[in-house]
């Protein structure tokens, strides 16, 4: 197993690193929706596990960037510590620890990411799947942010029960790519003003990322292509 596991990581490199990122990107979103099926409690686990796996993953494909690569491997071993802290004592408050470290493990994926996809480079399949896992990451941060927020303020969101974060991740994630996307079908919707403020921000977010990429694509191709020329 451990072998096999190896032999996939290996295949991993700076040519289709972006692949394998946005693959299990969509796993993890594929993994919360497991909830209608499998019932309470058993998800959380499923999700842990997807979790975990996701982190190898963008730990194997960003490991090129070796200073994004360290934080990364040192939030992951934080994350798997809080993990089992929480299994072995049963200590709740340990969710908002958990969703922290993975709010920053894929900002740091982002940051690195968007380091290798934008604004250099010749624009290739493994460059636009990349500009595809940042939608997906941008998306997924917004919800650990909204899973945070009822992590305190159970009502901030009218369509979301107060249930475990990993009861709610997917309903989280559907909110954040509908409001990300600014489709707004209005089965969830902010209630405290501190979430409305953040909803918006998302919203914002997504129209400038579309702007942004678009453009960054076109320059650095453009930029690359007179390098070429001389």
């Known amino acids: 197993m451990q072998r096999k596991l190896g032999r996939r990581i290996k295949k991993i490199n700076d040519s289709n690193n972006f692949f394998y990122l946005t693959l299990s990107l969509i796993a993890l979103l594929i993994s919360g929706s497991l909830a209608e099926v499998v019932g309470e409690g058993v998800i959380d686990h499923i999700l842990q596990g997807f979790i975990i796996w996701t982190f190898i993953v963008c730990l194997a494909s960003l490991r090129f960037d070796r200073k994004w690569f360290h934080f990364l491997a040192s939030l992951t071993a934080v994350w798997v510590a809080v993990f089992i802290l929480k299994s072995v004592l049963n200590i709740q408050q340990m969710d908002v ?5 993975t709010f920053a493990f894929f900002f740091a994926t982002f940051q690195s990411t968007a380091k290798q996809v934008l604004f250099h480079g010749n624009v290739n399949a493994n460059k636009v799947i990349g500009s595809i896992a940042l939608f997906l990451l941008l998306g997924l941060m917004w919800a650990i942010v909204y899973l945070l927020i009822l992590e305190f303020s159970p009502s ?11 009861d709610n991740f997917s309903n989280a994630a559907y909110f954040s790519f ?6 707004g079908y209005g089965d969830i919707s902010p ?3 501190f979430a409305q403020v953040v909803v918006y921000l998302e919203a914002i977010t997504g129209v400038f990322y579309m702007a942004i990429v678009v453009s960054s694509l076109v320059s650095a191709n453009i930029e690359h292509r007179e390098d070429k020329n001389g």
Do not use: I, R
């Open 97 to 101: 620890v958990m969703l922290a470290l």
């Open 156 to 166: 901030a969101f009218t369509g979301m029960e107060s249930l475990t974060w990993g």
């Open 178 to 183: 509908v409001t990300l996307t600014t489709l």
């Open 191 to 193: 209630v405290t003003p």
